[in-house]
């Protein structure tokens, strides 16, 4: 006899199983962005408290450590309530005065007073979905509000940490984004070609490696697959690695593709062919080349079609258009850097060579 308060093990009970674990999964989510709204909502409404009390009573920055030191003592099981937290809630009431929450504290404020202006508008919800430490990096690191924006968006877009956050910014990944030379407006349709522009960058910043300037290609590309992980997160969200040397046989010849990798998000193919030195036209005919052929064996029904990359140390963009031009595959081209050069203002303080020779001199 058959025990019917036991599922029969078959693909209906197979899918049953995964839709459970698909909502439970989605509803941690919702839960911890709940948690985290909450938190931001608190911050922002304690900035607003304190905001009022010091235009109202006329209290100065002095109020802030008491404030600290008594919550300490009424509410010890409380964390985050140290003297520098608290400042920080009262810059994240000015920064952003006129977010949407339904308003507690600001009905406290006397209409008449004067609130700080934003420079930028900032929705509520994007604000909310931004962890606290992220806030306090970005208020810290990023004073340019429209900049601040970019960087809130590419957080929820891309899923980075606190620490990933710090470094894009330490990189200026705002200023690289979608700055390839390309030909995507006239091989892929919108909004396509928009979206695949903006997932290149130029340049590509490379410096976890320690190479030699006058490397060859395959050390560069050594060296990339020994750091995957970094590689990965400077190439953009989305990369899944493919092969290195990737053999393509065609026409009873042998021929190699640098890196492979497929896009997730995009749901494309992608070539990367590494260069030393200048950009020169020959490339993009032979991207092209390899993008048919990948096109040919490897995409599959429902995938869009492969892109290229050619990465550089000096590319020409003159000379990059021309060439892309005349070639059929959507291809960008892109440089890389090994080190950032210093700023002009920190590098003109610097000691010279000589400089410092005299200076040891006078020492001896």
Same mark, same amino acid.
């Given at each position: 006899?058959?025990?019917?308060?036991?599922?029969?093990?078959?693909?209906?009970?197979?899918?049953?199983?995964?839709?459970?674990?698909?909502?439970?999964? @989605?509803?941690?989510?919702?839960?911890?962005?709940?948690?985290?709204?909450?938190?931001?909502?608190? !911050?922002?409404?304690?900035?607003?408290?304190?905001?009022?009390?010091?235009?109202?009573?006329? =209290?100065?920055? $002095?109020?802030?450590?008491?404030?600290?030191?008594?919550?300490?003592? /009424?509410?010890?099981?409380?964390?985050? &309530?140290?003297?520098?937290?608290? #400042?920080?809630?009262?810059?994240?009431?000015?920064?952003?005065? @006129?977010?949407? &929450?339904?308003?507690?504290?600001?009905?406290?404020? *006397?209409?008449?007073? #004067?609130?700080?202006?934003?420079?930028?508008?900032?929705?509520? *919800?994007?604000?909310? %979905?931004?962890? =606290? $430490? @992220?806030?306090?990096?970005?208020?810290?690191?990023?004073? *340019?509000?429209?900049?601040?924006?970019?960087?809130?968006?590419? !957080?929820?877009?891309?899923?980075?940490?606190?620490?990933?956050?710090?470094?894009?910014? /330490?990189?200026?990944?705002?200023?690289?984004? $979608?700055?390839?030379?390309?030909? &995507?407006?006239?091989?892929?349709?919108?909004?396509?070609?928009?979206?695949?522009?903006?997932?290149? #960058?130029?340049?590509?910043?490379?410096? &976890?490696?320690?190479?030699?300037?006058?490397? @060859?290609?395959?050390?560069?590309?050594?060296?990339?697959?020994?750091?995957?992980e970094k590689f990965l997160l400077e190439l953009g969200q989305g990369f899944a690695f493919v092969g290195r040397q990737y053999h393509l046989d065609v026409g009873d010849q042998d021929f190699y593709v640098d890196l492979l990798f497929y896009h997730l998000k995009l749901r494309c193919y992608v070539v990367i062919d590494l260069k030393r030195g200048d950009f020169k036209p020959e490339y993009a005919g032979k991207m092209n080349f390899y993008c048919s052929v990948v096109d040919d064996r490897l995409r599959h029904e429902g995938d869009r079609p492969t892109i290229g990359l050619i990465l !550089?140390?000096?590319?020409?963009?003159?000379?990059?258009?021309?060439?892309?031009?005349?070639?059929?595959?959507?291809?960008?081209?892109? %440089?890389?850097?090994?080190?950032?050069?210093?700023?002009? %203002?920190?590098?003109?303080?610097?000691?010279?060579?000589?400089?410092?020779?005299?200076?040891?001199?006078? *020492?001896?």
């Amino acid at each position: 006899m058959t025990d019917r308060s036991v599922p029969l093990v078959s693909a209906n009970y197979a899918t049953l199983l995964g839709d459970i674990k698909q909502r439970v999964r @989605h509803g941690q989510t919702r839960a911890v962005l709940a948690v985290n709204a909450e938190l931001i909502r608190l !911050c922002w409404d304690i900035g607003a408290l304190i905001h009022a009390r010091q235009q109202q009573e006329g =209290w100065g920055a $002095g109020v802030i450590p008491r404030l600290a030191r008594d919550l300490h003592n /009424e509410l010890p099981e409380e964390k985050g &309530f140290s003297e520098r937290n608290i #400042k920080r809630m009262l810059a994240f009431y000015r920064e952003y005065p @006129h977010l949407e &929450f339904v308003p507690q504290a600001v009905a406290q404020i *006397d209409p008449g007073e #004067k609130v700080p202006q934003p420079a930028a508008h900032f929705p509520v *919800d994007l604000v909310q %979905s931004i962890p =606290w $430490g @992220h806030h306090t990096e970005l208020m810290a690191k990023v004073k *340019d509000l429209p900049t601040r924006h970019w960087y809130m968006q590419a !957080c929820l877009a891309n899923g980075w940490s606190r620490n990933i956050l710090v470094l894009q910014i /330490e990189v200026a990944a705002h200023q690289r984004q $979608g700055r390839a030379t390309t030909n &995507f407006d006239r091989r892929l349709p919108l909004p396509d070609s928009d979206l695949v522009q903006q997932t290149l #960058k130029d340049p590509y910043l490379f410096d &976890f490696l320690t190479l030699a300037s006058g490397l @060859h290609e395959r050390e560069l590309e050594t060296g990339l697959i020994a750091h995957l992980e970094k590689f990965l997160l400077e190439l953009g969200q989305g990369f899944a690695f493919v092969g290195r040397q990737y053999h393509l046989d065609v026409g009873d010849q042998d021929f190699y593709v640098d890196l492979l990798f497929y896009h997730l998000k995009l749901r494309c193919y992608v070539v990367i062919d590494l260069k030393r030195g200048d950009f020169k036209p020959e490339y993009a005919g032979k991207m092209n080349f390899y993008c048919s052929v990948v096109d040919d064996r490897l995409r599959h029904e429902g995938d869009r079609p492969t892109i290229g990359l050619i990465l !550089c140390q000096q590319p020409n963009r003159v000379l990059a258009e021309y060439a892309l031009r005349g070639v059929d595959k959507p291809i960008g081209v892109s %440089s890389f850097e090994l080190t950032r050069a210093l700023p002009e %203002s920190l590098e003109s303080s610097l000691p010279t060579i000589e400089e410092i020779e005299r200076e040891l001199e006078g *020492d001896a």
